[in-house]
């Protein structure tokens, strides 16, 4: 049987530091057929490809062109472990029925591989559930970049939604959940880096609008989440409450974010802190 393509998007922007070995990572895999697609996104070293379009366009990018039955990505400033793809793809492989597979990381300090996991006892936890489904809406996630899908369902769930700036991540890993199986396997498949360069870690609260925008999807978009309503509504009057509080605190909140904020109205009635928020940004 003839192994199954697997397409390696990597996204680039300004990590020329790091990039190759991201690359070689790659190209050192045991695995005999692999759709490597880097996409320069408009960085500021040696060769520009094209003007920066931001994280999200480019992984929708390159999940559009991608050609392998299988799709993954990496992070330009991460590496994968040796024997990454095969253990997902096997994992695919074997269970047709199984949607996704994610694997477990290992944390890097620096350029040194440290014994931190970034699968912990909350996230394990989500496999062991007849219905996880709540606890996602919740806020438990998964490491993206940990995960292998069949490309043509990652494309049938919507992909990667423009709509984000930061999110990216969270709404893939519903929606397939909402599609088919998904299997963990306890394997570092992965070596993530932290460090001043990425954006959530540069300021915690770049995501509160897209986290808004995340649940209204939710509500608004995705009937399967119909029985989740209560929960999903909840979380959402939650995200416009620290969305408020960000923008109020903030010199100078950006008129999207504003915007976004402005639907909370809706909710001002089970919530009064909301009022006082829209009102304060009125006289900003």
């Given at each position: 049987m003839q192994n199954p393509k697997i397409s390696v998007v990597i996204p680039s922007y300004n990590h020329q530091n790091y990039v190759l070995q991201a690359v070689e990572s790659v190209l050192q895999q045991d695995w005999p057929d692999i759709d490597l697609i880097v996409i320069d996104d408009g960085s500021t070293f040696r060769f520009i490809s094209r003007p920066n379009r931001g994280l999200v366009k480019t992984v929708k990018e390159g999940l559009t062109i991608a050609q392998g039955e299988f799709f993954c990505l990496l992070a330009s400033d991460d590496y994968l472990t040796p024997g990454s793809l095969s253990s997902r793809a096997s994992c695919l492989a074997a269970h047709?029925?199984?949607?996704?597979?994610?694997?477990?990381?290992?944390?890097?300090?620096?350029?040194?591989?440290?014994?931190e996991r970034v699968m912990d006892a909350k996230r394990r936890r989500l496999f062991e559930l007849a219905d996880p489904i709540p606890e996602f809406i919740k806020g438990v996630n998964l490491p993206i970049h940990t995960l292998m899908a069949r490309t043509a369902i990652f494309r049938q769930v919507g992909g990667f939604d423009e709509?984000?700036?930061?999110?990216?991540?969270?709404?893939p890993q519903l929606l397939l959940y909402l599609a088919g199986p998904i299997r963990f396997i306890d394997v570092p498949v992965y070596c993530l880096r932290r460090h001043t360069t990425n954006s959530s870690r540069t300021n915690p609260h770049v995501a509160r609008a897209d986290k808004v925008l995340l649940y209204r999807k939710y509500?608004?978009?995705?009937?399967?989440?119909?029985?989740?309503?209560?929960?999903?509504?909840?979380q959402l009057r939650r995200q416009y409450l620290l969305l408020g509080r960000y923008l109020t605190q903030s010199a100078a909140p950006s008129v999207l974010e504003?915007?976004?904020?402005?639907?909370?109205?809706?909710?001002?009635?089970?919530?009064?802190?909301?009022l006082w928020h829209l009102l304060r940004l009125r006289f900003h």
């Open positions: 047709p029925d199984c949607v996704a597979v994610f694997g477990d990381a290992l944390l890097l300090s620096g350029d040194a591989v440290t014994a709509r984000y700036h930061y999110c990216e991540d969270l709404d509500l608004e978009e995705v009937p399967k989440l119909a029985p989740y309503r209560k929960l999903i509504e909840y504003k915007e976004i904020f402005a639907g909370a109205i809706k909710y001002c009635w089970q919530d009064i802190r909301l």
